[in-house]
């Protein structure tokens, strides 16, 4: 039942059931006092869905909701910052930059993406919030601090494609047959 403007209302009711749980997801990270990394995560693996099952358009859509009702229903605000500016937006990065097919230039817009969004992170939390850095970098180098963030990026990317490719292997007839 669609539309001549792509719009559909099972696609509309999709994006709003993952928009509204990854906005719950995103409210527990702030609640959770263990695991924050992973319901960002996980936020960020249901927007994915939306993009796979609707399209990069509601993947948009959804991804402003998501972030707008975030930053009304959490509590500590702050809290909301990296959903907004790396694993939310990541999630459709991500697909814009795999349409590509163009593996070594993926990987330098991917890591160029992660390195700007880190960049931002961090004047964000020492210059406005005023948050200190911790002990951390007392006994760790910044070059070493960030070449092992890099590694994680990587292995998050990495742990992304499974999900996706999980997703579309194993979840997406039972999702596709139901809605």
């Excluded at 991500?94 to 931002?120: G, M, P, Q, T």
Aim: proline share 3%; aromatic share 16%; glycine share 6%.
């Amino acid at each position: 039942m669609g539309n001549s403007n792509g719009f559909s209302s099972k696609k509309i009711a999709l994006s709003g059931i993952l928009t509204a749980l990854s906005s719950a997801v995103l409210l527990l990270e702030n609640i959770s006092p263990t695991g924050k990394l992973g319901f960002y995560v996980l936020s960020a693996f249901l927007l994915s869905v939306v993009i796979m099952e609707c399209g990069l358009t509601y993947g948009w859509v959804s991804y402003i909701a998501i972030s707008l009702i975030s930053l009304l229903i959490v509590p500590e605000k702050t809290a909301v910052f990296p959903y907004i500016m790396f694993f939310g937006i990541y999630a459709l990065v991500k697909s814009h930059i795999e349409r590509l097919d163009k593996l070594v230039f993926e990987w330098i817009l991917k890591f160029a993406f992660f390195n700007v969004s880190l960049y931002f992170l961090w004047n964000i939390a020492v210059n406005v919030l005023q948050l200190v850095p911790g002990r951390l970098f007392e006994l760790l180098p910044v070059a070493v601090i960030i070449i092992v963030l890099q590694i994680l990026f990587f292995l998050f990317d990495w742990l992304f494609s499974l999900w996706t490719q999980y997703y579309i292997q194993k979840i997406q007839s039972k999702i596709r047959r139901n809605f």
